[in-house]
């Protein structure tokens, strides 16, 4: 054998090595689009039902809020309403009851007056009530105090 020859067989050993390679990868990566080809199927499969799904729930979703909506409506316009009632039973009653309150404090506090010698006051001081004798009328310009 001379030296063109061995250089011809080691050529085309390596093509040999080189072309099973190269069918091994391809027979891998077609198993890989196999697997991912039925992958997407798979989830495609499952994806479609749960859009649908999705897609139901929002439209009841919006349906909801639709409802909700109209509910807030109508409760800003009870609001608006009980407002307007408020303002007009407070300019109609109002006025008057302050004054008939303030009529029956005048006759209580004059009634009063009339009934015992000696009156006491009383005052709040951080939640206890003390009493004070306030002077009775006066006789020939000075005052009389009594006991206790």
Known sequence: M???EVAGILVAVFWAILVSFIAL???RLAQTLKAATKLVADVT???VPLLADASA???SAHT???RVDSIAADVQEVTANASALS???SSAFGGPLVKVAAFGYGVRRAIGRKGGPAETEQRVFTGRT????LPSARRGGRRTRGKG
């Open 64 to 66: 909801q809020l639709a």
């Open 130 to 133: 003390v009493g004070k004798k």
């Open 87 to 89: 303002s007009t039973v």
């Open 45 to 47: 499969e499952q994806a």
């Open 57 to 59: 729930t929002v439209r």
């Open 2 to 4: 001379s030296g063109g």
């Open 25 to 27: 990868v391809l027979v």
